[in-house]
């Protein structure tokens, strides 16, 4: 078992070193007001902060041990594996999450990942807000708004990560004037308490960063600040708003095409006309340029590469579940991002031929992924997420994982809006499920025979997938999880099916909180289940 420093202590009043700042500041406190004043690029510094921290640098492990330690998106797969649709094989980093396992509960590193990253980010935004004060300067105004719309990603990605959906608990919130007394003696957010948090600080980010005009996406501007909207409201249910601000974030924005979304140099590496909101690794991130650049988002998701990463070298490739593939229609090309498991039973030429002609122009370091695998296979890998860096990058890991991640795209608010419209109006959301639907399958029909949110939550399963929104979508609609079924392709042991949420998607809270602050309640470490579960019928 792993002892704890005093995580949330340290998280509310330490600082992450995000950017390059020129100034020596107090190792553990803000910086003072005086500071700034004969400083003012600091205040900007921080700013810069607030987005960049969110890849390139080892926050928990100190070094290059953990090659899931590289920030945002790392829990974009620590959520999606919980549940089916990506399915991960033996000795997978993810294996904590995806498998239930005892390093979940409250004693134990795994646990501290969530935890520390997220009120480290929250910290980096109390501090902006903290040093803009109660009369921010007109150069601070676009800060203060980019914290605000930060702050609340962050807890609202931490609501919907620690909620149990059997009490309304979710984590204690923590601001710029939380106090050290505060620390150890507030619980708590109930639920409604959080989201009236989370939507206070999106109403004063959309107040500061409304003439906000950015260089790039991986910055929030206003759009974003509509589409932060947009998910808060679909998670508390109040359709009118959520239908208004998805509506509205899209401005400006076109979905992806199917050139755009299965490019074999730029697909999902690269930001489009579809990204609203993204980060990216730098070629001198620490994720990058440490550990044979095994430490980050690429060397988990991309396969097309010499030699092989993280994921592709050491039988860890990422795998669509088999039954939701089976459901993708062979005229919606979204199925042209996962190979079609018919190529296993294929002689070598005939699958190289296959391999070229329907996904890669690399299908000899496709050959080198499935062989590395522990099942030796090919069907169901994922070439969703390409390698970076084009023809260099098929040669060269490094050059390979200096990537973007989509952080939030036109095509949620698209779903968004049609799901919010048609909890309103079955008809108009229908209609608008239906354009958004065409433009994957110009041979879609809506399908009658299950309800509106589940034609919806299909499509967000299939658009969205491996982009962090499974558990969160399986929480909201109160979903179970089925992964044993005839033809699956989960690994024995880990066949698991359930009725309702599974427990090991409410997360707990570390032990060393509660230690110190009696009035913190987590959620019980998860058990998994004991075996596979009876095949269910579909």
């Not at 959906?165 to 639920?191: C, F, H, Y």
């Not at 919010?420 to 809506?446: K, V």
């Not at 099916?497 to 409410?506: K, S």
Request: proline content about 4%; charged content about 20%; some cysteine.
């Amino acid at each position: 078992m792993i002892k704890f420093s005093k995580i949330l202590l340290v998280a509310a009043f330490g600082l992450v070193a995000a950017s390059c700042i020129k100034e020596d500041l107090p190792q553990n406190s803000r910086p003072t007001f005086d500071q700034v004043s004969v400083a003012p690029e600091v205040y900007d510094g921080f700013v810069n902060g607030l987005t960049t921290s969110l890849s390139g640098t080892f926050v928990m492990s100190g070094g290059d041990t953990t090659p899931y330690d590289y920030g945002y998106c790392s829990f974009y797969l620590m959520r999606d594996v919980m549940g089916q649709d990506i399915m991960i094989e033996a000795n997978d980093w993810y294996t904590h999450f995806g498998y239930a396992s005892t390093g979940l509960g409250p004693g134990y590193l795994v646990c501290q990942y969530p935890w520390s990253y997220y009120y480290k980010w929250i910290n980096n935004c109390n501090t902006v807000i903290s040093l803009a004060g109660e009369e921010p300067l007109d150069e601070q105004i676009d800060g203060l708004g980019i914290a605000y719309a930060m702050r609340a990603m962050f807890y609202m990605d931490l609501a919907r990560m620690f909620a149990n959906q059997t009490n309304d608990l979710t984590v204690p919130i923590r601001t710029e004037s939380t106090t050290m007394e505060e620390l150890t003696t507030t619980g708590n957010a109930t639920w409604d308490e959080i989201w009236e948090f989370i939507l206070a600080d999106l109403d004063l980010a959309e107040q500061y960063i409304k003439d906000y005009k950015r260089n790039d996406v991986y910055t929030p501007d206003l759009s974003v600040v509509y589409g932060l909207k947009a998910r808060a409201y679909l998670t508390t249910e109040e359709w009118a708003n959520a239908e208004k601000y998805a509506k509205q974030a899209q401005a400006g924005y076109t979905p992806m095409n199917q050139a755009q979304y299965t490019d074999r140099m730029t697909a999902f590496n690269t930001p489009n006309s579809a990204w609203m909101f993204g980060l990216v690794f730098n070629a001198n991130s620490d994720n990058i340029l440490m550990n044979d650049s095994d430490s980050n988002w690429g060397s988990q998701m991309f396969l097309e590469v010499k030699g092989g990463l993280y994921g592709s070298a050491y039988g860890q490739p990422k795998r669509i579940d088999a039954h939701l593939y089976s459901t993708i229609p062979e005229t919606d090309f979204r199925k042209n991002c996962f190979i079609n498991p018919a190529l296993d039973g294929m002689a070598a030429g005939a699958r190289t031929e296959a391999l070229v002609s329907n996904y890669s122009n690399y299908p000899q370091y496709i050959d080198q992924a499935a062989a590395a695998s522990t099942s030796k296979t090919y069907g169901h890998l994922s070439l969703k997420f390409r390698a970076a860096g084009g023809a260099a990058g098929r040669e060269n890991p490094y050059a390979a994982t200096v990537a973007s991640v989509p952080i939030m795209r036109v095509e949620e608010m698209m779903l968004i809006e049609a799901e919010a419209a048609g909890m309103q109006d079955a008809s108009r959301g229908q209609a608008l499920l239906t354009t958004f639907a065409q433009s994957r399958n110009p041979a879609y029909r809506y399908d009658g025979n299950v309800s509106f949110q589940d034609n919806v939550w299909w499509q967000r399963r299939v658009e969205l997938w491996g982009e962090g929104f499974a558990t969160f979508d399986i929480k909201r609609l109160r979903k179970g999880i089925t992964r044993s079924y005839a033809g699956t392709n989960h690994i024995t042991g880990y066949r698991w099916n359930t009725d309702d949420v599974p427990e090991w998607m409410n997360l707990c809270i570390v032990q060393t909180e509660s230690n110190y602050n009696p009035n913190i309640v987590s959620n019980p470490a998860p058990t998994a289940p004991a075996g596979d579960s009876p095949e269910h019928v579909w």
